[in-house]
C-alpha cells in the first residue's frame, strides 16, 4: 500500500458507483456488491476492496451495509468504529534512470531493465496497479544501469538481430515477461526449459510480435480469476472450452509452465476476445527515438517501425472560420482563405525528426490520429497533483464566438458532483493571456482566432512557441490551423490538447467544440472525445491530438468512460457500448454492464455489442448513469431520451 490512514466514523461516502468486493481479513472474496445492489453483513472482521482510479480497501471490524446506488456508494457500520484506509496508485513514475549508447546492444541491455518495474511476475501483473512504469532511458555515450534496478529472473529470454527496429518492437514484450533481450540471428522467444517461439509469422516481425503480447496477456487475464478475486469473467466464459489447458491447475505455476501452455492456443482461437488495443504508436528508426520506449511499454502499445513516424497525419482543408475584420490584421481576412502552412509544420518539426505518430482505434475502423512527443510524456510523470479544486479557463477572444463560448461555458458548469472552478476570460492582452497558461490549472478551452504569427489578442499576437513556461495540462485550441501552437504548449509544460490541422467552418467549430466540452466534463480521454464526434460525423477528422490523447481533464462518473449507440430493432433493440482508457485507466482492468440479462465482467477496453435488449431493460439501464449516447445518428445524453424513442 502507498498510504494507510485510520480514522473513527459510522459511516463512508464515495461520489462512485463501483463494485465493491468484500473479502474475509485471511483474502478469499467474500461478496461483491454491483451497481444498484445493497448487502449486510454480520459484525466480524472485512476488507473492503473499492475498485477505481486506485485502489482503495477499507479494514473494518462491524457490521457492515454496502449500497451502491446510482452515482454514488455507501459503506455503512453498526456503530462508530475503527476505520482504517488503505490506497494503492499506479506506479506512474520511472524509479530510476538508464543511459545508454546508440548501440543497438547496449540498447538491449537498458530494455531487458524494463521488467524491475513490475510488481510480480504471477498473472496478477495483468492488472494495470502491479505493473510500474519502466525506467527512464536517456541516450548518452555509454550504457549506465543503475544498481537500484534488478530483473526477476524469469527464465525466458528474447533473441533479436541487433537493429534498432528489432529492439523497439519488442519493448512492450519484454517489460511485460520481464526478459532479457539478447542479440540473435533469429527473432524468438527462448525459455530454459528449451521452448522456442519463433518471432517473424506469416504476418511478419511487427504483427507476431504484437499478437503475442496480446495472447499472453489476456490469457493471464483468464487465468488470474483462479486467484483472490474470482470474478465470473466474460472472457473466460467464452473461451474456456476451447483452451488446452486446465486453468486451475495452470494458476500458480512458473511463468516459463504458463507460458509454454498458452503458446499452444492458435491465435485465431483466442482473437474474437481480445480486449480492444486503442493504442498504436510507429517510430522511426533512430537512436533517439529510444527514449519514447519506457512510456509505451508502460501503456503495452503496439510499436511500428515506419520512415515517415515523424511527419502529422493531415485532414484536407475546408473553408475558412471568419467572423470578420480585427484591428492588428494586416491585410483584409474577412472572406479570404488564410494560407496554410503545412510545408512549414513539416520543415519545422519533421526536421527535429523526434515527434512520433500515434493512432486510436476501435473495432468499428474509426482511427484518431495524434503526434506525440517526449516532451508530453515527461511533463506526465513530473507533473503533481494539485490540491483544491479542478480549475478550467475559458477563453473567448471574439466576442463574435459568443454561441460556442456560452456552451462551452454551461458545460463544464454541469457536473456538481466534482469540485470545479470555471474562470472566463474575454478578449486577453497578450500579457493576460501568457498569464493565464502560464498558471497552474487543469485544462484551458480556447475560442478564437490563430494566425502565422500565434494566438490573436486585443493588442496583437502571442506565440505558443515563445513561452517559456505552461502550467496548464490539457486543452482545446479551437481555432483555424491550431497544430503548430499547440505543439508549441507541449513543449512548455502541457501534457495533451486537441487541435486542428487546417480552417474550421465557424458552424462545424461551435457544434464540436460544445460537444468536446461536454464530452471532456464526463471524464472522456482527449481521443475519446474525438471518436464520439467522429461517430456522428461532427468533426470530419478535422481535429488532431498533440501530446498525450488518453488525458482525461475530470474522473467520470461511471467507472469507464463509455458511449453507447443504439441500434433499434422491431421488437428489442441492439446496444454497443464502446469503452475508452484513459491515462489513469490502463490495460487489465475489468467492468461489469449493468443490465439484468449480463452479470459477468469484462476487460477494459473496447466495444461490446448487448443483443435483444428488451425496452424495460434499456430503459433501467439508460437511467444507472448519464452517458453519452448515439441514437438515430444524433449525440444525445441517457437520462434525456424518453421511453417513446425507444
Same mark, same amino acid.
Given at each position: 500500500?502507498?498510504?494507510?490512514?485510520?480514522?473513527?466514523?459510522?459511516?463512508?461516502?464515495?461520489?462512485?458507483?463501483?463494485?465493491?468486493?468484500?473479502?474475509?481479513?485471511?483474502?478469499?472474496?467474500?461478496?461483491?456488491?454491483? *451497481?444498484?445492489?445493497?448487502?449486510?453483513?454480520?459484525?466480524?472482521?472485512? $476488507?473492503?476492496?473499492?475498485?477505481?482510479?486506485?485502489?482503495?480497501?477499507?479494514?473494518?471490524?462491524?457490521?457492515?451495509?454496502?449500497? =451502491?446506488?446510482?452515482?454514488?456508494?455507501?459503506?455503512?457500520?453498526?456503530?462508530?468504529?475503527?476505520?482504517?484506509?488503505?490506497?494503492?496508485?499506479?506506479?506512474?513514475?520511472?524509479? =530510476?534512470?538508464?543511459?545508454?549508447?546508440?548501440?543497438?546492444? #547496449?540498447?538491449?541491455?537498458?530494455?531487458?531493465?524494463?521488467?524491475?518495474?513490475?510488481?510480480?511476475?504471477?498473472?496478477?501483473?495483468?492488472?494495470?496497479?502491479?505493473?510500474?512504469?519502466?525506467?527512464?532511458?536517456?541516450?548518452?555515450?555509454?550504457? %549506465?544501469?543503475?544498481?537500484?534496478?534488478?530483473?526477476?529472473?524469469?527464465?525466458?529470454?528474447?533473441?533479436?538481430?541487433?537493429?534498432?527496429?528489432?529492439?523497439?518492437?519488442?519493448?512492450?514484450?519484454?517489460?511485460?515477461?520481464?526478459?532479457?533481450?539478447?542479440?540473435?540471428?533469429?527473432?524468438?522467444?527462448?525459455? #530454459?526449459?528449451?521452448?522456442?517461439?519463433?518471432?517473424?509469422?506469416?504476418?511478419?516481425?511487427?504483427?507476431?510480435?504484437?499478437?503475442?503480447?496480446?495472447?499472453?496477456?489476456?490469457?493471464?487475464?483468464?487465468?488470474?480469476?483462479?486467484?483472490?478475486?474470482?470474478?465470473?469473467?466474460?472472457?473466460?466464459?467464452?473461451?474456456? *472450452?476451447?483452451?488446452?489447458? #486446465?486453468?486451475? +491447475?495452470?494458476?500458480?505455476?512458473?511463468?516459463?509452465?504458463?507460458?509454454?501452455? @498458452?503458446?499452444?492456443?492458435?491465435?485465431?482461437?483466442?482473437?474474437?476476445?481480445?480486449?480492444?488495443?486503442?493504442?498504436?504508436?510507429?517510430?522511426?528508426?533512430?537512436?533517439?527515438?529510444?527514449?519514447?520506449?519506457?512510456?509505451?511499454?508502460?501503456?503495452?502499445?503496439?510499436?511500428?517501425?515506419?520512415?515517415?513516424?515523424?511527419?502529422?497525419?493531415? *485532414?484536407?482543408?475546408?473553408?475558412?472560420?471568419?467572423?470578420?475584420?480585427?484591428?492588428?490584421?494586416?491585410?483584409?481576412?474577412? +472572406?479570404?482563405?488564410?494560407?496554410?502552412?503545412?510545408?512549414?509544420?513539416?520543415?519545422?518539426? +519533421?526536421?527535429?525528426?523526434?515527434?512520433?505518430?500515434?493512432?486510436?482505434?476501435?473495432?468499428?475502423?474509426?482511427?484518431?490520429?495524434?503526434?506525440?512527443?517526449?516532451?508530453?510524456?515527461?511533463?506526465?510523470?513530473?507533473?503533481?497533483?494539485?490540491?483544491?479544486?479542478?480549475? $478550467?479557463?475559458?477563453?473567448?477572444? %471574439?466576442?463574435?464566438?459568443?454561441?460556442?463560448?456560452?456552451?462551452?461555458?454551461?458545460? @463544464?458548469?454541469?457536473?456538481?458532483?466534482?469540485?470545479?472552478?470555471?474562470?472566463?476570460?474575454?478578449?486577453?492582452?497578450?500579457? #493576460?493571456?501568457?498569464?493565464?497558461?502560464?498558471?497552474?490549472?487543469?485544462?484551458?478551452?480556447?475560442?478564437?482566432?490563430?494566425?502565422?504569427?500565434?494566438?490573436?489578442? !486585443?493588442?496583437?499576437?502571442?506565440?505558443?512557441?515563445?513561452?517559456?513556461?505552461?502550467?496548464?495540462?490539457?486543452?482545446?485550441?479551437? =481555432?483555424?490551423?491550431?497544430?503548430?501552437?499547440?505543439?508549441?504548449?507541449?513543449?512548455?509544460?502541457?501534457?495533451?490538447?486537441?487541435?486542428?490541422?487546417?480552417?474550421?467552418?465557424?458552424?462545424?467549430?461551435?457544434?464540436?467544440?460544445?460537444?468536446? =466540452?461536454?464530452?471532456?466534463?464526463?471524464?472522456?480521454?482527449?481521443?475519446?472525445?474525438?471518436?464520439?464526434?467522429?461517430?456522428?460525423?461532427? !468533426?470530419?477528422?478535422?481535429?488532431?491530438?498533440?501530446?498525450?490523447?488518453?488525458?482525461?481533464?475530470?474522473?467520470?462518473?461511471?467507472?469507464?468512460?463509455?458511449?453507447?449507440?443504439?441500434?433499434?430493432?422491431?421488437?428489442?433493440?441492439?446496444?454497443?457500448?464502446?469503452? @475508452?482508457?484513459?491515462?489513469?485507466?490502463?490495460?487489465?482492468?475489468?467492468?461489469?454492464?449493468?443490465?439484468?440479462?449480463?452479470?459477468?465482467?469484462?476487460?477494459?477496453?473496447?466495444?461490446?455489442?448487448?443483443?435483444?435488449?428488451?425496452?424495460?431493460?434499456?430503459?433501467?439501464?439508460?437511467?444507472?448513469?448519464?452517458?453519452?449516447?448515439?441514437?438515430?445518428?444524433?449525440?444525445?445524453?441517457?437520462?434525456?431520451?424518453?421511453?417513446?424513442?425507444?
Amino acid at each position: 500500500m502507498d498510504t494507510t490512514v485510520e480514522i473513527t466514523t459510522d459511516s463512508i461516502q464515495l461520489l462512485s458507483d463501483n463494485s465493491v468486493y468484500v473479502r474475509k481479513t485471511t483474502g478469499p472474496l467474500l461478496t461483491e456488491v454491483q *451497481s444498484n445492489e445493497s448487502v449486510t453483513l454480520p459484525r466480524a472482521k472485512y $476488507i473492503l476492496d473499492l475498485s477505481g482510479p486506485i485502489k482503495v480497501y477499507v479494514s473494518v471490524e462491524s457490521a457492515v451495509h454496502v449500497h =451502491a446506488g446510482i452515482g454514488q456508494t455507501e459503506l455503512t457500520f453498526g456503530e462508530t468504529t475503527s476505520v482504517v484506509i488503505s490506497a494503492r496508485s499506479y506506479h506512474t513514475s520511472p524509479a =530510476a534512470t538508464i543511459t545508454t549508447s546508440s548501440d543497438p546492444e #547496449d540498447m538491449m541491455q537498458a530494455v531487458s531493465m524494463f521488467g524491475s518495474a513490475l510488481k510480480t511476475t504471477a498473472t496478477e501483473r495483468s492488472y494495470p496497479t502491479l505493473r510500474g512504469h519502466p525506467p527512464a532511458i536517456e541516450l548518452s555515450d555509454e550504457l %549506465d544501469i543503475p544498481h537500484t534496478l534488478s530483473r526477476p529472473q524469469t527464465g525466458i529470454r528474447i533473441e533479436v538481430p541487433p537493429t534498432l527496429q528489432h529492439v523497439f518492437v519488442v519493448a512492450p514484450l519484454a517489460y511485460y515477461l520481464a526478459v532479457e533481450v539478447v542479440p540473435g540471428s533469429t527473432p524468438q522467444l527462448v525459455t #530454459d526449459t528449451g521452448y522456442t517461439v519463433l518471432l517473424e509469422g506469416t504476418e511478419g516481425f511487427e504483427v507476431t510480435v504484437s499478437h503475442l503480447l496480446k495472447q499472453i496477456f489476456l490469457l493471464d487475464c483468464i487465468v488470474r480469476t483462479e486467484g483472490e478475486t474470482p470474478l465470473p469473467l466474460y472472457e473466460r466464459q467464452a473461451l474456456e *472450452s476451447a483452451l488446452k489447458f #486446465d486453468i486451475e +491447475d495452470l494458476y500458480g505455476r512458473r511463468l516459463v509452465e504458463q507460458l509454454e501452455a @498458452y503458446l499452444e492456443v492458435p491465435f485465431d482461437t483466442i482473437r474474437s476476445q481480445l480486449p480492444e488495443w486503442q493504442f498504436e504508436t510507429r517510430l522511426k528508426p533512430r537512436a533517439q527515438q529510444i527514449e519514447y520506449l519506457p512510456f509505451l511499454a508502460d501503456k503495452l502499445a503496439t510499436v511500428r517501425i515506419r520512415e515517415d513516424a515523424s511527419n502529422p497525419v493531415r *485532414s484536407s482543408p475546408t473553408r475558412v472560420r471568419t467572423t470578420g475584420n480585427h484591428p492588428y490584421i494586416k491585410t483584409n481576412r474577412t +472572406d479570404q482563405k488564410i494560407s496554410t502552412r503545412n510545408d512549414e509544420i513539416t520543415a519545422e518539426y +519533421d526536421g527535429e525528426q523526434s515527434n512520433i505518430q500515434q493512432f486510436w482505434k476501435d473495432d468499428n475502423r474509426t482511427e484518431i490520429a495524434g503526434t506525440g512527443t517526449l516532451s508530453a510524456f515527461q511533463n506526465s510523470v513530473t507533473q503533481s497533483p494539485r490540491d483544491g479544486d479542478l480549475e $478550467i479557463e475559458v477563453i473567448c477572444n %471574439d466576442p463574435d464566438m459568443s454561441e460556442e463560448f456560452v456552451a462551452v461555458h454551461s458545460a @463544464y458548469q454541469d457536473r456538481n458532483d466534482l469540485p470545479l472552478d470555471v474562470a472566463v476570460h474575454y478578449d486577453l492582452t497578450t500579457d #493576460d493571456f501568457e498569464d493565464v497558461f502560464a498558471s497552474e490549472s487543469d485544462f484551458v478551452h480556447y475560442i478564437g482566432h490563430i494566425d502565422p504569427e500565434g494566438f490573436r489578442c !486585443s493588442d496583437g499576437w502571442i506565440d505558443a512557441r515563445e513561452l517559456e513556461t505552461v502550467g496548464t495540462k490539457a486543452f482545446v485550441l479551437n =481555432a483555424c490551423q491550431s497544430y503548430e501552437q499547440g505543439l508549441g504548449l507541449i513543449e512548455a509544460g502541457a501534457i495533451g490538447g486537441i487541435v486542428t490541422f487546417s480552417e474550421v467552418q465557424n458552424e462545424t467549430a461551435v457544434t464540436a467544440g460544445s460537444a468536446i =466540452a461536454c464530452l471532456l466534463n464526463r471524464g472522456f480521454p482527449l481521443y475519446g472525445a474525438l471518436d464520439t464526434l467522429q461517430k456522428v460525423g461532427e !468533426s470530419d477528422q478535422q481535429y488532431h491530438i498533440v501530446g498525450d490523447g488518453a488525458l482525461s481533464v475530470v474522473q467520470t462518473n461511471q467507472g469507464l468512460p463509455t458511449v453507447g449507440t443504439i441500434i433499434q430493432n422491431r421488437d428489442s433493440s441492439d446496444i454497443i457500448l464502446t469503452v @475508452y482508457t484513459t491515462s489513469s485507466q490502463k490495460l487489465g482492468g475489468v467492468y461489469n454492464i449493468a443490465v439484468e440479462s449480463d452479470d459477468s465482467y469484462r476487460l477494459a477496453f473496447g466495444n461490446v455489442c448487448l443483443r435483444s435488449v428488451t425496452t424495460a431493460e434499456l430503459v433501467k439501464f439508460l437511467n444507472t448513469e448519464t452517458f453519452p449516447v448515439l441514437l438515430e445518428g444524433e449525440l444525445r445524453w441517457s437520462t434525456d431520451i424518453k421511453t417513446h424513442e425507444l
